[in-house]
Antibody
Framework: EVQLVESGGGLVQPGRSMKLSCAAS????????MAWVRQAPKKGLEWVAS????????YYGDSVKGRFTISRDNAKSTLYLQMNSLRSEDTATYYC??????WGQGVMVTVSS | DVVMTQTPVSLPVSLGGQASISCRSS???????????LHWYLQKPGQSPQLLIY???NRFSGVPDRFSGSGSGTDFTLKISRVEPEDLGDYYC?????????FGSGTKLEIK
């Protein structure tokens, strides 16, 4: 059974950093592109970033480009999202996803002073 | 970016009835490889989105045949027949033909 379990969320002050992790199991992690998608409170879904199988190619949405970094450790079957210079508008539930069919339960990130 | 216009915003339905949700894209979703990467998701209250339909009309594993997808080019439709209480929630379309992937704004399916 495919499982994606996010961790690392919480409350953080504007301008600070936070790193999310996503532990994958139930499939060969290195065989799949992976992605992060977020959802602000009471809002719709927004794609954040994607990464290729070996991590050599990464893609970012305009709203996070230059501030967020997606990475992966295939030996640990883990996906990461390093978030720097956080803003209030980054407040959201962040989902780890194996496009298109599998999503984690999500982790909440609140950016507030 | 490709804009996905999803209608209606809210869709009251009777249990046992039929629902139809539309998604229109600002440009064709036909990829250069001939595939059309338009997908449909349901997000039940308090849950993460779950894939219902991938590439326009293919039901994902375990999805009942009450759900069907159709369309081509820029116009796509999700139909739900014999609506059940477990079908309630927010529905989203997603295009992944063009970078960046973009979602529709969502349709809330609720009981009439």
């Amino acid at each position: 059974e495919v499982q994606l379990v996010e961790s690392g969320g919480g409350l953080v002050q504007p301008g600070r950093s936070m790193k999310l992790s996503c532990a994958a199991s139930g499939f060969t992690f290195s065989d799949y592109y992976m992605a992060w998608v977020r959802q602000a409170p009471k809002k719709g879904l927004e794609w954040v970033a994607s990464i290729s199988y070996e991590g050599s190619s990464t893609y970012y949405g305009d709203s996070v480009k230059g501030r967020f970094t997606i990475s992966r450790d295939n030996a640990k079957s883990t996906l990461y999202l390093q978030m720097n210079s956080l803003r209030s508008e980054d407040t959201a539930t962040y989902y780890c996803a194996r496009p298109q069919g599998y999503w984690g339960q999500g982790v909440m990130v609140t950016v507030s002073s | 970016d490709v804009v996905m216009t999803q209608t209606p915003v809210s869709l009251p339905v009777s249990l046992g009835g039929q629902a139809s949700i539309s998604c229109r894209s600002s440009q064709s979703l036909v990829h250069s490889n001939g595939n059309t990467y338009l997908h449909w998701y349901l997000q039940k209250p308090g849950q993460s989105p779950q894939l219902l339909i991938y590439r326009v009309s293919n039901r994902f594993s375990g999805v009942p045949d009450r759900f069907s997808g159709s369309g081509s080019g820029t116009d796509f439709t999700l139909k739900i027949s014999r609506v059940e209480p477990e079908d309630l929630g927010d529905y989203y379309c997603l295009q992944s033909t063009h970078f960046p992937p973009t979602f529709g704004s969502g349709t809330k399916l609720e009981i009439k």
